[in-house]
């Protein structure tokens, strides 16, 4: 079992002397495994601080010029160290709050209102989802990108250096966006469901719309997903979309979705199997669930609520995506969408006349 990895950040002998005391009783009681590294003064800290850190706890003031703390975050952030900081200080006016927008924090702790356990146990809860190590290129990532680098992309370096060799920058984001479809193709295989928040981007890393954005329209407070393929909704030179239309499907609510359902559904095992079925996208081929997270209440989309707006309406009436779907997701949604219209079909129409026209 892997340790929980902590830099200190300290001077204070009795604060330490207390850290120590505290770790090695939450060691003991709750059976964890931490390892804590201590500087006692800039230097130190500057020296030993790197991406191995599964967090760590800043003094801000370590002498009577008092900035010492924050020049240790800036050094985080400088070198790309994507480290959980707990500011443990008797200052909050100290930290920087430029630095605060770009660093991991925790939150500020004042000394003597806070017990070393409440920000222990925060560390280790973070610690425990596996944030840190995928961060800091440790464990199973590590070990990924090792796969991944030897079998797919050094055997054919030779492509990518032609490539670089007239196109650098361009070449180093497909590369990048070529390694990243090898690891989604890893961790599929291993054939476990997906938590809630893996169907969805948030917040959306662009505030511009594409395909799978979840958008809100100002006056009805209805949620819509954008179906228009993504090639479309690609910006030109002058503004403009490449579509004249934006495609729009409705989210209905879960409730209306469910009750309609379950309607004389009585017993509880029946109601079960029908909520799976619903989960599933078994119900009926024009729902699609959307599941709960983040600041998303969830619904599900009805392909039969459609709407087309060009790109003044949709100004006018959205807001900017309040959360994104994810690639993988949005394949899926689109695949069912377009089968559910596929399969529509037509009544016959009486084509005598056009016959005859073209044969007579």
Known sequence: MSKLRLLIVEDNQRDLRSFRNSVNRYIHEKKRRIESVECQNLDEALKMLDNSFDGAIIDLKLTHQGDEGNQVIAKMIESFYRIPVAIFTGNRGSLDENLNEEIMLIDVFIKGATGYDEILDKLWDIYNTGLTRIMGGRELIEQTLNEVSRKNLFPQI?????????????????????????????????????FPEEFYLYPPMSKEITTGSIVKEETSDKSFVTLSPACDLVIRRNGEFKTDRILLVEIESEDNVVNAALDG??????????????????????????????????????????????????????????????????????SRFSSFYARQGQPDIDSEDFINRYTT
């Open 265 to 334: 559904i009585t017993r509880t095992r029946s109601k079960k199997n029908k909520l799976r079925d619903i989960s599933n996208n078994n119900h009926t081929d024009y729902y699609h669930w959307l599941p709960e997270a983040y600041s998303f209440d969830g619904g599900f989309l009805n392909f039969r609520k459609l709407r087309t707006l060009d790109k003044t309406e949709f100004n006018e009436k959205f807001e900017k995506p309040l959360i994104q779907i994810s690639p993988f997701f949005v394949k899926d949604i689109v």
């Open 158 to 194: 030779e492509t990518w250096i032609s490539y670089g060799a007239e196109d650098p920058e361009r070449t180093e984001k497909a590369l990048l966006r070529y390694t990243l479809n090898h690891l989604f193709q890893l961790l599929e295989e291993d054939g476990e469901r997906c």
